[in-house]
């Protein structure tokens, strides 16, 4: 019942920047977390950064101190800005949301994925 619609990946330059943005569309009754997952070809999926409802952050050790994760909670958009960016960020990234939907069930959505390709 919640579709989450993300921009922003291409490709850039080691050292360049990035902004990730994810919005989503349909309904629901309460939004607890958002975040940014990313996976590699290969790899398991694995935490970016997650912000909560509350305001709390949680970072991977590799995105601290390059990547912010911030909320418009106008909009209920989530942001990922990214700086620094290294070969080691190349992945699929996968916004998701964890939310009380319109059917009354605590659930998590996925988006489809924006690739984010750093060159070398």
């Known amino acids: 019942q919640v579709d989450l619609v993300e921009s922003g990946g291409g490709l850039v330059q080691t050292g360049g920047s990035l902004r990730l943005s994810c919005t989503p569309s349909?309904?629901?009754?309460?939004?607890?977390?958002m975040g940014w997952y990313r996976q590699a070809p290969g790899k398991q999926r694995e935490l970016v950064a997650t912000?909560?409802?509350?305001?709390?952050?949680n970072y991977a050790d590799s995105a601290k101190g390059r990547f912010t994760i911030s909320r418009d909670s106008a909009a209920n958009t989530v942001y990922l800005q990214m700086n620094s960016l290294k070969p080691d960020d190349t992945a699929v990234y996968y916004c998701?949301?964890?939310?009380?939907?319109?059917?009354?069930?605590?659930?998590?959505?996925w988006g489809q994925g924006t690739q984010v390709t750093i060159s070398s």
């Open positions: 912000v909560s409802n509350s305001g709390q952050t």
């Open positions: 349909g309904s629901f009754f309460t939004l607890y977390f």
């Open positions: 998701m949301t964890d939310v009380r939907d319109r059917s009354y069930r605590r659930q998590t959505y």
